[in-house]
């Protein structure tokens, strides 16, 4: 059991409480989420120009600009699946969705830049665990989730569809809320434990290597096979 009153857990305490942020919250995260997707579907376009309503260099900004590449591919997914879609205009998609994912990528480093500053001066307990994924990758996953809450209410809405339908998606919604209330908690208790020191975590670098010409094969085989 440990005590509040162990100097190590005390030092930490002392250092968060004079920097922002230290104790984000998950409802503070989803609430930026809500903001990106509520604006992204007055035009429902993803052509639309991103506009950040939040001071660059902050947080909360990163959170709105994830979940806005987020939003946007969602619907770029979309328009790449019917069957009768032109292969040009498909593969431009295809493209622009890649590009996507490596946006994505980045920015969640960046997010998890400013935990590894933030908990830069905690002092970890001796049997402190190592968590398996980072604070900023666990916000990847609850940005998505609204993403699929706000979709699958929509169907549960859907007039043109049947009442079993509606149903049926009621039910996944239902299955949906729980899970972001059980990412809620999950947050909220790696925040903590993070902040105390009970809990560390390390931030490995991502690579998509199909958009590495050094590392697709398919891209650095191309390139040194001679032209007849």
């Known amino acids: 059991m440990i005590s509040f009153s162990d100097p190590i857990i005390a030092h930490n305490l002392i250092k968060l409480q004079r920097k922002p942020f230290a104790m984000l919250k998950a409802d503070d995260c989803y609430k930026v989420f809500e903001a990106s997707i509520d604006n992204y579907h007055v035009t429902d376009s993803v052509d639309t120009p991103f506009h950040n309503p939040y001071p660059e260099g902050t947080l909360d900004s990163l959170l709105y600009a994830k979940n806005w590449i987020d939003t946007v591919q969602w619907h770029l997914e979309d328009l790449v699946r019917p069957p009768s879609i032109d292969p040009i205009e498909g593969m431009l998609l295809k493209r622009r969705i890649d590009k996507s994912n490596q946006d994505r990528t980045n920015i969640v480093e960046k997010i998890d830049d400013h935990f590894l500053a933030i908990f830069s001066d905690v002092k970890y307990l001796t049997d402190a665990r190592i968590n398996s994924e980072s604070p900023a990758w666990l916000l990847d996953r609850m940005s998505i989730l609204m993403l699929k809450i706000f979709h699958m ?13 509606r149903e ?28 105390i020191g009970k809990r560390r975590f390390k931030v490995y670098r991502q690579l998509k290597m199909y958009n590495d010409p050094s590392l697709n094969p398919s891209l650095y085989q191309a390139k040194n096979t001679p032209r007849k």
Request: aromatic share 2%; net charge negative.
């Open 168 to 195: 049926t998606c009621r039910l996944k919604l239902n299955v949906l809320i729980e899970q972001k209330n059980d990412m809620r908690l999950a947050f909220d208790e790696m925040m903590e434990d993070i902040a």
């Open 153 to 165: 209410r929509d169907q549960t809405l859907r007039s043109d569809a049947t009442d079993a339908h």
